[in-house]
């Protein structure tokens, strides 16, 4: 294998050297591989262009082929409800069935009227092929008649079997469902039987048989070899619908889902046409039509590659005529080149014993074209050639020194660049810490979104719940007050249930659920105005508001765990305006600030042990009608002077490694100074505590905007 890719490699090594040095070898093969390009391009332009035609063609023709096809359709299924229809309006069969409605069960005439109907449907379904049963069910879903006997006696659910009906059939029900009995697809027509006053007192039902319906779509209809045409319907509830095949050689107990882009725009109810690949993953072309009354989905494909095939068949015709005509005019090309690279060899021969030193050498000028021009021009660049040699040793060691003073000016500008690539780090730096910042505001919207509608549903229902709970509760104690000889397996229930306490703890149980939806809603709340991703970069905010949604966030800080203290938190809000900021910038940095005041009482709460309350205090008043101020106050142990002086520096931190990056204080600088023109400042004594102080303008210059 090794030697395989040496020999190989050796080869295009050798190709790909004649092809540099040779100007012929060049020539004509840029020239043939233009003439093959624009041959492909033509070739494809041409079979889309049919293909573009074809498709067209085809789309009406497989329009037309399901149009008539589902006209038929419709019409037999249409056939089949009148014909059941008719069949409940026979005298005979209206009496016989009002009678097994009406008349007891041991009675003569309830038994001379079932026999009547068994013997009349029995007939009735050998007569007419489209029925394949009809049978008489009761309002509770019970078969009392049918002409299949296997049948009499079973119960069917009556869901399908409701009144359902449709402009084109009147006082009939039609459903498409699978038998609870034998998982098989079904068709069903039903109709109400009434009494003489109008009252209904059941159904007369039947199940179509569904082998016409696959002579009516499997007929031969002139759409080649590949052609087909199909139904899908939609089975199972609106949760958990799938889309199955209709046929009665493949539908099975166990059939399987299909899909392909047809099937699901037409289960939502659309009409369309279009390219794509079949339930099989065959590439097809095919239209695609929903029949809302029979609820079924009626397909027509046919596979693009029969479909295209004469698109193809043109393009390959052309193509083939293409590749020979380049082949002559690269023949022709070659003797062309040879005249042109003769006289380029002599030039070429002639400027390699010039390039060995041999100044004294010219080119000879054969032709009187541009070549020939090329060789005088040759010619006389010799001679200059010569001359600057003369020249150049005259100037070397003038060269030398500004070679000197060059390497010089390197060295100072290679230092101003080093300094300059030592800012573009701390600056990257920012950018990095301010797109997580970024990241994470997307991720707390985006959580806070997901959760926020299933909390709705909860929080939506807990109220009728609880409703609910008291109305049982209450009709139970209603059952205890009037019915108390309560039966003993009763009473043995309730005993095992307690349920005394049971009315006791229910209600509490629910309202424990209300009001942790509603803590669930504030921490939603607070994340979605926290992250402020659906708001405008720049927009008048509430200042309190940002401070509470930071201090929501952090209340599994703020509360009283194992190994820390509990942290109080002393608010002194002022009569703030609504403040012109970068609402999710300003956050961060109230964000930044009150976890490094949380950290450092933390700290020294675990180092001391004393019995010390951690407290942090925040106070908001207006400086005057341009300037609102902010204080943050902590009780912690305080910093350093000469670590305070510090603590805006980009990358200084004083916690352990791993813990902090020593950007957090510089991005919150940047983003109030820079970005808002306020103030941020820090004073702190060692074993007082520290004290951080906003100031922020009420409204954003131009420039600041702009920026």
């Not at 409800?81 to 009406?102: C, H, T």
């Not at 279009?274 to 239209?287: M, S, T």
């Amino acid at each position: 294998m090794k030697n395989i890719k040496t020999s190989c490699h050796n080869y295009f090594s050798q190709i790909s050297g004649i092809w540099r040095r040779s100007l012929l070898v060049q020539l004509v093969s840029s020239f043939l591989l233009l003439s093959l390009t624009t041959v492909l391009i033509v070739g494809l332009a041409v079979f889309y262009q049919a293909r573009d035609a074809l498709k067209s063609s085809v789309f009406d023709q497989l329009t037309m082929a399901a149009e008539l096809k589902q006209d038929e359709l419709r019409r037999w299924i249409s056939d089949q409800g009148q014909s059941l229809y008719a069949i409940a309006q026979i005298p005979e069969i209206q009496a016989n069935s009002q009678n097994i409605f009406s008349q007891p069960k041991t009675s003569p005439e309830y038994e001379a009227s079932v026999k009547s109907l068994e013997t009349s449907f029995s007939q009735i379904v050998e007569n007419l092929s489209g029925l394949q049963e009809i049978f008489l069910i009761t309002r509770n879903g019970r078969i009392l008649v049918s002409s299949n006997l296997k049948n009499k006696g079973k119960y069917q659910p009556l869901s399908q079997y409701g009144e359902v009906s449709s402009p084109t059939l009147k006082n009939l029900a039609f459903n498409f469902y699978r038998s609870p009995d034998t998982g098989k697809l079904i068709i069903t027509f039903s109709t109400n039987i009434k009494d003489q006053e109008g009252k209904i007192l059941g159904m007369l039902a039947s199940h179509l048989n569904l082998r016409r319906i696959d002579e009516v779509i499997q007929a031969s209809s002139g759409l080649g070899e590949t052609g087909v045409t199909y139904l899908v319907t939609k089975i199972g509830s609106t949760l958990s619908s799938r889309n199955i095949l209709v046929s009665t050689e493949e539908t099975t107990t166990e059939d399987k889902t299909i899909h392909s882009q047809a099937i699901a725009q037409a289960a939502e109810g659309k009409d369309g046409r279009g390219l794509y690949e079949d339930y099989k993953g065959v590439p097809v072309i095919g239209v695609y039509f929903w029949l809302e009354q029979q609820n079924l989905a009626l397909i027509a494909e046919m596979t693009q590659k029969e479909a295209f095939t004469p698109a193809r068949k043109l393009a390959e015709r052309i193509f083939l005529i293409g590749l020979g005509s380049a082949g002559i005019l690269a023949i022709a090309m070659w003797m062309l080149g040879k005249r042109i690279t003769q006289p380029i060899r002599a030039i070429a021969h002639t400027a390699h014993l010039v390039s060995q030193g041999d100044l004294n050498q010219t080119a000879p000028v054969l032709t009187e074209n541009e070549i020939g021009e090329l060789a005088k021009a040759f010619n006389q660049m010799t001679w200059q050639l010569k001359k600057s040699y003369e020249n150049l040793e005259n100037y070397s060691h003038v060269l030398e020194e500004r070679v000197t003073e060059r390497t010089q000016e390197l060295k100072e500008k290679n230092a101003n660049l080093k300094s300059t690539l030592n800012e573009l780090k701390k600056t990257q730096a920012q950018l990095v810490q301010n797109e997580k910042m970024v990241s994470l505001g997307q991720l707390v919207a985006g959580i806070a979104h997901e959760i926020n509608n299933p909390v709705n549903f909860i929080y939506g229902n807990i109220e009728p719940a609880q409703q609910y709970a008291e109305e049982i509760l209450e009709l139970l104690e209603l059952y205890q007050e009037y019915y108390p000889e309560a039966d003993p397996e009763i009473l043995d229930l309730t005993e095992s249930l307690d349920l005394d306490f049971l009315k006791q703890d229910f209600p509490r149980l629910l309202k424990s659920m209300y009001e942790g939806a509603e803590r669930i809603k504030e921490i939603v709340l607070s994340l979605r105005n926290f992250s402020r991703l659906d708001e405008s970069s720049q927009k008048q905010v509430d200042i309190h508001e940002g401070l509470d949604n930071t201090l929501m966030i952090l209340q599994s800080r703020l509360k009283p765990r194992h190994g820390h203290a509990h942290i109080r938190v002393v608010k002194n809000y002022g009569q703030l305006p609504a403040v012109e900021c970068l609402a999710g910038q300003v956050n961060q940095v109230f964000m930044n600030i009150i976890t490094n005041g949380l950290d450092a009482m933390e700290e020294v709460w675990l180092e001391t042990g004393l019995p010390l309350v951690p407290t942090l205090t925040i106070t908001t008043n207006l400086v005057n009608e341009k300037i609102i101020a902010i204080q943050i106050t902590d009780n912690g142990p305080g910093i350093a002077d000469d670590v305070r002086k510090r603590i805006f520096d980009p990358f200084f931190t004083t916690k352990p490694v791993g813990k902090g990056t020593g950007l957090g204080l510089s991005i919150s600088y940047q983003i109030i100074v820079e970005k808002h023109q306020g103030k941020l400042e820090c004073y702190s004594e060692l074993g007082k505590g520290t004290e951080f102080m906003i100031y922020l303008p009420v409204k954003l210059s131009q420039s600041t905007q702009k920026t």
